[in-house]
């Protein structure tokens, strides 16, 4: 079974302090996804990894895919309140038409 | 932009009462799916379709139905609502490869 995995579940950061959120996942797959929620809201798309070395960046927020190690990480730069939010990581699987997602990072960016 | 379209984003049933939960893709999307949100168990898969007529259990199938026969229209029904379906649902299209794209959600008090 497919098991998705994101660290750290919490994450409180400073503005404009560097952070990294990672996705480990457990079978092969080339195809990634972050989504946002907003507290209340339903999920956002950010990005779509579909290939071994994607890297994807959207203002503060760039996203990579490393299907070698089965890693994917949300990098976020020069934090601000704005991106406060939870982040979650979404993998594809082969032969399969849903997606298996991650229990989602917090992130509470501080002034 | 493909638009999911849930028809409510706050109901409140009683118990046991059967309860629907619409949901319409704009685009010609195969898959549909309908998840569960709760705080410390993340999104989980109750049902899933893959095309008109055809559906797949998810995770929790238990306590819930669901119908396609459009294969823009998903719904998700509540044989008969127990507090413990109190959530908030949501609904999402795909077409593959990509990511889902998510409804506004729906949340739902049983009482």
């Known amino acids: 079974e497919l098991k998705v995995e994101q660290n750290p579940l919490f994450l409180s950061m400073q503005e404009g302090k560097n952070y990294t959120i990672y996705c480990n996942y457990s079978?092969?797959?080339?195809?990634l996804y972050w989504y946002r929620q907003d507290p209340g809201k339903s999920l956002e798309s950010l990005f779509v990894l579909l290939s071994n070395g994607a890297v994807k960046q959207e203002g503060r927020l760039m996203a990579s895919l490393d299907t070698k190690a089965r890693l994917s990480t949300l990098h976020i730069t020069a934090a601000v309140h704005d991106l406060s939010a939870t982040y979650f990581c979404a993998v594809d699987e082969y032969n399969n038409n849903d997606m298996r997602f991650g229990a989602g990072t917090r992130l509470t960016v501080k002034p | 932009d493909v638009k999911v379209t849930q028809s409510s984003r706050y109901l409140v049933k009683r118990t046991g009462e059967k309860v629907f939960l619409e949901c319409v893709q704009d685009?010609?999307?195969?898959?549909m799916f309908w998840y569960r949100q709760d705080p410390g168990l993340g999104l989980r898969l109750i049902y899933f379709?893959?095309?008109?007529?055809?559906?797949e259990k998810g995770d929790i199938p238990e306590g819930y139905s669901v119908s396609r026969e459009k294969k823009e229209r998903f719904s998700l029904i509540l044989e008969s609502a127990s507090t413990n379906q109190t959530s908030m649902y949501l609904c999402?299209?795909?077409?593959?490869?990509?990511?889902?794209?998510f409804g506004s959600g729906t949340r739902l008090t049983v009482v």
């Open positions: 685009m010609d999307h195969e898959n």
């Open positions: 999402a299209s795909k077409i593959n490869p990509g990511g889902y794209t």
């Open positions: 079978t092969t797959s080339d195809r």
């Open positions: 379709s893959y095309d008109v007529k055809m559906k």
